[in-house]
């Protein structure tokens, strides 16, 4: 429908307008945590890593966090392999003409002047294409389809996301000149999912883009009726060498500075098709809101400190996190956690600990049964940006598992943006890690390390 | 995040894959109606009037409706003013560098070469827009916010829309270089909704566009901070005239040609940004299927056409409705309903028919009663596609009302795909539609004409 039949209702528009205010956002919320996110995703948006924006988003943090009045509050600088999205567009040519909303992977690389006018083949899964035979794909798109589905831990996540992360490099190396995959996403919403490839060091990168899962839809049905399907290709993102990125470190001394600290990272980069409000800008808020709320009752026996990471999203193990573990390895640390899968609601803790630790674990989860958190009997492994420093001092670990259910709607997309952001649930987050904090910051004998 | 925590347990993808079938198409219908949706998503897509690919879809209608049996299958041909879309973006550039995502509206002209950068200036609503001084935004752009919400009826389309089809008109009086506004839209995704402004005959036309509702609230928040705003804007669609439509007709012929048919109309036309499933794909599939359903229990009475009308998006009182009253005025009708509401279910009915008819309207009341309708006492009206020969001939009305709490979420969106529609609420539309078939067009007597 276009203007009828509701036009002649509308004549009556000016009676409506009294009565709003002279700002109609939608959404409120109030606190430490929302303040950061809604600062972030409001003052910086989009921050990919090694972009301006990143190193603004760092002037940014460390000023909010000063503010809050955190001590120590520092940047520590460093250099990182980065990726810049350039325009791109697709549409199937053959045997329907179609537009199709794409999105360039991290790591791509641009397709030829004037795009890519290609047959395109069509594989179900990522099993389909590794079946292929090695160079049939030679002058070819290949079309990696899946059958990723929502779940509350986001399991769907690790073998749903490599035909992000594997199927470029399988299908460079059966010769295929650019790859397309249904985004690694739970949405049906025209808004592709973003997010790293890690092309092997054996193949040539080649153009590798995401559709909305809409748009692989339309290829799968286009496909199942037979005939060839064609291309008309345009990724011009490419990587780049040597980037500035950084983290950001504060802290809130405890009472004994001998004792090992808390550690509690999240990431201050964000993809940059939305403002990064889910990822990471609430992880972020979350922490430092929750270290803040762990002094009421007195200043813990433990320094804690927060980590607000540089370049998670395109790091590979060699951003942020690596970076931190290189500059502050030498220093003692008790408990690494991580807040990184959105900002609903805490609903499962995990722990490594080691058994002389049993009772800590045991008073951990004393302070999260009366707020419905259940434990669970896998192992916590924190997160891309505490992984190194645990992996180097084999850290003990707490994860406090948030409901993933909606979080891969929005991950890596344009509509990972504010009002995504329940502030209740955020609060939620705020209350569960500071009722951990205030168990774990005041321990004041040995923590084990880690399994 | 990235690809941590789940990189580990996603080594074992393949063992996933067995399992997943050659198409991996998440939804399936079956039967007529949801045969023609996919049909002309899959087939032909975005068909913006005036285009080739509504030209494509009148061949698809054409041959799709003889295949279903319908008789004297022909399409009216005509001339018509359309718009076409170009290249578009925009940024916030002062106070805080931010993209937004925009879409500009059908009528809106191009920015000036290399794009357009100026102040900024934020409405709440379109009265405050009139209220502000002539002239006083000169060389600035409008940005025009409101408060549209969800309703079951779809009522908010008619004050809200206002600020789209009537703000374009109140900027230029002011004197502003362009607008911006919020979306006429009830989603919470990046994916601003479009629609056709209506310039007023005593103002030149100024670029006008529209952002998503997250984007909106990023400026209202931005706004409400008290710097100002400045935007670079780039908005290339422009107006063409004198472009091909045309409106597909078909019929199945009554048992008694002599008595005045049923006319049922949707359109065939959709917007460029999706597919057109709900808007109105749908409207088509359900008229269409509804017609073939009433004929199960023997061929009844009177002659029921369907009217598949062109450039009903565009058409502004001059699209196919219009043509379709200029070419089919001097045959007689009886009763005139449209579809074009989406594809969810549908909750109410009204009715515009003469006093005499009440015996005919209880009849159709009483068949829709076991379905869940409830009567409404507003007076149906039809709407675009039938609304001119209602006029011309003072036909009688039904509106079988559909539930419109997810249809401004959709309604001129890339959004509007098949997999919105839900092959179960699409039938039970069809279900309905046929039920009030069964009565009108085995109605013996004289059809009282509309009020």
Redesign the interface.
């Known amino acids: 429908?276009?203007?009828?039949?509701?036009?002649?209702?509308?004549?009556?528009?000016?009676?409506?307008?009294?009565a709003?205010?002279?700002?109609?956002?939608?959404?409120q919320g109030t606190g430490v945590a929302w303040d950061i996110v809604?600062g972030i995703?409001?003052?910086?948006?989009?921050r990919p890593a090694g972009s301006p924006?990143e190193g603004r988003a760092r002037v940014w943090g460390e000023a909010k966090l000063k503010a809050l009045g955190f001590q120590n509050v520092r940047v520590d600088e460093f250099r990182t392999r980065a990726w810049t999205r350039g325009p791109e567009s697709a549409a199937l040519t053959a045997p329907?003409?179609?537009?199709l909303?794409i999105t360039a992977l991290g790591f791509s690389v641009p397709t030829p002047r004037g795009g890519l006018k290609a047959p395109l083949v069509?594989f179900?899964?990522?099993?389909?294409l590794?079946a292929a035979t090695e160079g049939s794909l030679k002058g070819k798109v290949a079309f990696i389809?899946?059958?990723m589905r929502a779940a509350q831990d986001?399991?769907g996540?690790?073998?749903?996301?490599?035909?992000r992360?594997?199927g470029p490099t399988i299908a460079a190396r059966k010769g295929a000149a650019a790859v397309v995959i249904r985004s690694a996403g739970t949405d049906?919403?025209?808004?592709p999912h973003t997010?790293?490839t890690?092309f092997a060091k054996d193949v040539k990168p080649i153009p590798a883009g995401a559709v909305s899962?809409?748009d692989a839809?339309?290829i799968?049905?286009?496909?199942?009726?037979g005939a060839p399907l064609a291309i008309d290709l345009r990724l011009e993102g490419k990587p780049f060498p040597d980037a500035p990125s950084g983290n950001v470190i504060a802290e809130l001394p405890g009472r004994d500075p001998s004792l090992p600290m808390i550690l509690l990272g999240c990431h201050l980069d964000s993809w940059d098709l939305?403002?990064g409000a889910v990822?990471?800008a609430s992880g972020c808020a979350i922490v430092t809101a929750a270290a803040l709320a762990a002094q009421n009752g007195g200043q813990p026996l433990r320094t804690i400190r927060v980590l607000w990471a540089g370049n998670?999203?395109?790091?590979?193990g060699g951003g942020g996190g690596a970076d931190y573990a290189r500059v502050h390895g030498s220093e003692t640390h008790a408990v690494a956690m991580e807040s990184?899968?959105g900002a609903d609601r805490v609903w499962q803790v995990k722990f490594n600990t080691a058994a002389e630790s049993q009772p800590l674990v045991d008073k951990v989860k004393a302070a999260l049964w009366p707020m419905g958190i259940v434990p669970h009997e896998g192992e916590a492994?924190?997160?891309?940006d505490v992984?190194a420093i645990i992996k180097a001092q084999n850290l003990a670990v707490i994860?406090l598992g948030q409901d993933g259910t909606h979080y891969f709607d929005l991950?890596h997309?344009?509509?990972d943006?504010?009002?995504?952001v329940d502030p209740a649930a955020l609060q939620q987050n705020v209350d569960a890690w500071a009722a951990v904090l205030r168990v774990i910051a005041n321990e004041p004998g040995v923590i084990g390390k880690g399994k």
């Open positions: 429908m276009s203007t009828s039949p509701f036009l002649r209702a509308g004549l009556l528009a000016a009676a409506f307008s009294a709003v205010p002279a700002f109609a956002t939608p959404q809604e995703t409001t003052e910086i948006g989009p924006a329907y003409a179609q537009p909303a069509y179900p899964t990522l099993a389909a590794e389809d899946h059958a986001g399991s996540y690790g073998p749903y996301g490599n035909v992360r594997q049906s919403h025209r808004n997010g790293v890690i899962n809409p839809d339309l799968a049905r286009t496909a199942a009726r939305g403002t990822d990471d998670e999203e395109m790091g590979v990184d899968f492994d924190g997160g891309e992984s994860d991950h997309t344009p509509d943006t504010l009002d995504k």
